[in-house]
């Protein structure tokens, strides 16, 4: 357990976060939290490097840094393929879909599936994003963050992750999406800098590189670095699992997730939009150097001796329950003061995740299913019960906590849960932009049959796991399903063919190279320019590390 002094330094940075974010939200007066779009929208003023750090933000919670150091002690780099393959779907984001959610003004994705096909898929949608924002984005982070606090200091897990509930919610639900973002873009900085020393300290231990793969030729682990295996390899992810079942469960999370997109739904500008994402495309290079190769210098600290994990427990191989990784690299490789400084990166990833779901949650219910009911309700009225809403989320979470610690890798976890929610929506979403015919009939069939297909299957896969779909990684089941509910949507759209009206014939590509010719910045912020750069520094990252 550690000291005062890194106890203080997390009290009083979580003391800083919440008097920013309440000043951040209330302190712009009626007009960011005085009407619904400034509350749940931040007004649309939001530019590009808020939009980018806050989507890095969103998307990098204390599950990341915990389970995938978690991830490069057990398996070597191979889980970085989450955040490079990222970078691609974050460009079809900045590409193809951020010019129609803004053209279209929506407030959220349900709406603009309303808008595309019909109601029906609207309220599917709010459904599931509802359920998959409060076990995916809260719950699990909820449970990382109880774990940390829990190993590092002691603290009751449910008791300390009710506080730091509290806290965060205070400020998401009197700020809305302004506190949210501009939170979230010094929770990125100090996310990163704390991820930065640890990486630096594991380095410096080893002695830098080449004694980390000297080591790992020692014990037969060089193919530790590959971030692309075999179809041989026992971690069931080889590389063509990454290429066709990565775009599912990346597509859904970073171009179809209220969580996510809300960020960018409000941005000032079409070009905010898309250079923000980008923005955020170029940082996910970062998690596998900073989050991933740590772990990996872990496990050869711990084979050269230099890395004591009998606190963690061993089994009789000598093989260390790595859930508590992290946390045991910070107590053995860092000073007291500086440990401060990580718990206070972790505790930046949890409250930034917390804070955009609860944010995300409460626009859904106000504008999906509040303001569709009662069509006449007012903004004071929209708020209120978006802020009830955030509230019942957040006790709905920690009381799924105990069902979640089930898991031996919350990232897995999460991936797993993803894998099986994310084909008819994907599905859905590409066919509706891309494909003039897919009808709103396919679309609701689709939304409707996948979803109950992927948690049937998702049910067998737990009870049955010695079948053959308890022996399919998810990754390909993920692509399987997709390729269901894709021939399932193109089948039911000839059976019952589009009839589009005057606002959806305007909300899908006639060409793919269509939404090129959008207005772009000059020089280096030029949309294209960026969506070239980082495909080219993301395949030679692929060739360097293959």
């Not at 999906?368 to 309700?377: G, L």
């Amino acid at each position: 357990m550690l000291g005062n002094i890194d106890l203080g330094i997390a009290m009083a940075y979580i003391a800083l976060i919440l008097i920013v974010g309440i000043r951040a939200g209330v302190g712009g007066g009626k007009r960011n939290t005085g009407t619904a779009e400034g509350y749940f929208l931040a007004g649309k003023t939001l530019r590009w490097p808020a939009i980018g750090l806050a989507l890095f933000a969103t998307n990098i919670s204390t599950v990341h840094l915990v389970s995938l150091a978690q991830s490069g002690f057990d398996t070597g780099l191979l889980n970085g393929n989450f955040e490079w393959m990222a970078a691609f779907t974050l460009i079809l984001l900045a590409l193809f879909f951020v010019p129609f959610y803004l053209k279209s003004g929506v407030t959220t994705l349900p709406d603009f599936l309303e808008r595309r096909y019909d109601r029906s898929s609207r309220d599917w949608l709010t459904f599931i994003s509802i359920v998959s924002a409060i076990v995916i984005h809260i719950a699990f982070s909820m449970l990382a963050g109880g774990i940390v606090l829990k190993t590092l200091f002691g603290f009751n897990m449910y008791l300390s992750i009710t506080v730091i509930c509290i806290i965060t919610g205070l400020y998401t639900i009197l700020g809305g999406l302004r506190a949210v973002v501009i939170t979230e873009s010094i929770q990125t900085i100090v996310l990163l800098a704390g991820a930065f020393i640890i990486s630096f300290a594991a380095f410096d231990r080893m002695g830098g590189w080449m004694p980390m793969k000297n080591v790992l030729i020692a014990e037969g682990g060089l193919d530790r670095l590959s971030m692309l295996r075999g179809a041989d390899d026992v971690s069931g992810m080889p590389w063509y699992a990454v290429f066709f079942g990565y775009p599912i469960l990346g597509i859904w999370y970073w171009c179809a997730d209220q969580t996510i997109v809300q960020r960018v739904l409000g941005a000032k500008d079409e070009n905010h939009g898309r250079v923000g994402a980008l923005f955020c495309g170029f940082l996910k290079i970062l998690p596998v150097f900073i989050f991933v190769l740590p772990g990996l210098f872990a496990y050869t600290l711990f084979k050269s001796g230099q890395l004591d994990l009998h606190s963690l427990g061993l089994d009789a191989s000598g093989n260390a329950n790595s859930k508590g990784i992290y946390t045991l690299m910070i107590t053995q490789l860092l000073p007291s003061g500086l440990i401060g400084v990580l718990v206070a990166a972790l505790l930046s990833g949890l409250m930034s995740q917390i804070s955009g779901a609860l944010n995300s949650i409460s626009t859904m219910v106000s504008y999906d299913i509040f303001k569709q009911r009662k069509p006449e309700a007012t903004d004071r009225q929209l708020i209120r019960i978006g802020k009830i809403s955030a509230v019942i989320a957040m006790v709905f979470s920690l009381c799924l906590l105990p069902l979640l610690d089930k898991y031996e890798s919350i990232f897995n976890g999460i991936n797993d849960v993803i894998a099986h929610i994310a084909p008819p929506i994907t599905c859905v979403f590409l066919l509706g932009v891309f494909w003039r015919k897919a009808s709103a009939a396919s679309a609701k069939m689709t939304l409707w049959i996948g979803s109950f297909l992927g948690m049937g299957v998702f049910i067998i896969n737990k009870i049955m796991p010695h079948s053959w779909i308890g022996q399919t990684p998810f990754m390909i089941m993920a692509f399987y399903l997709f390729l269901v509910c894709a021939l399932m949507q193109i089948i039911l759209s000839f059976l019952y063919p589009v009839q589009h009206n005057t606002e959806s014939e305007l909300l899908y590509w006639k060409s793919p190279l269509e939404p090129l010719g959008g207005p772009a910045w000059k020089g280096l912020g030029n949309y294209r320019v960026l969506t070239g750069l980082l495909i080219l520094i993301v395949t030679m990252l692929y060739v360097i590390f293959r």
